[in-house]
Each structure stands twice: as C-alpha cells, then as structure tokens.
C-alpha cells in the first residue's frame, strides 16, 4: 500500500504559475508511474501529466508547453508545475499510481484560475 498526499493548490490569477506536490508515504518510483489527472466540475476526470519509473514524461496536449511534470526520489515526491494558468485548468487536481492491480489515489488539491 501507499499513501498520497497533495499540496499547493489555491487561487491564482490567469498567467499566474502554481506547483503542486505529492508526496509519497514510500519510494515506489523506481518501479511504478505516478501520474497527475485533474477533475473540474461536471467533467470527467482526465490525465494531465504522467512520469514512468524510467522518468519518460508524457502530457496531455491542453497543457504542453506550460505544465512540467518531476520527481524529487530523495523527499518520494512528485511534483507538477503549472505555468501561464489559464481559467480552464481550474479544477482539482489528484496524484496517482498503480501497484500491481490497485489504483492509488491522493485527496485531491483545489486549483483555481480566476482575475
């Protein structure tokens, strides 16, 4: 099992940058994705960013160019920051991984994009 906590959210004006963290209860980067998705209201839940055991990035192509996705092995944490917010990214935004055939998932952290 693993437990995941989310920081970092809150408010921000449009073009405004924010980074978020998760942070694991253990190291479990060496051999599991973590992932970050986001849920805005009345909307599915969608993949945002993903890093591999491997530190292979992938993005959806809403956020290309402005989210960075990384991992620190040391703190087990992971990271995404957001740069040139935009009020569409607003949502809440979760951590995940998979271990064998368990999803995990954080509690979620609330980004908001609003002049």
């Known amino acids: 099992q693993v437990q995941l906590v989310e920081s970092g959210g809150g408010l921000v004006q449009p073009g405004g940058s924010l980074r978020l963290s998760c942070a694991a209860s253990?190291?479990?980067?060496?051999?599991?994705?973590m992932g970050w998705y986001r849920q805005a209201p009345g909307k599915q839940r969608e993949l945002v960013a993903e890093i591999t055991s491997g530190g292979d990035t992938n993005y959806a192509d809403s956020v290309k160019g402005r989210f960075t996705i990384s991992r620190d092995n040391a703190k087990n944490t992971v990271y995404l920051q957001m740069n040139s917010l935009k009020p569409e990214d607003t949502a809440v935004y979760y951590c995940?991984?998979?271990?064998?055939?368990?999803?995990?998932w954080g509690q979620g952290t609330q980004v908001t994009v609003s002049s």
């Open positions: 253990r190291n479990i980067f060496r051999f599991s994705a």
């Open positions: 995940n991984t998979v271990l064998g055939f368990t999803r995990y």
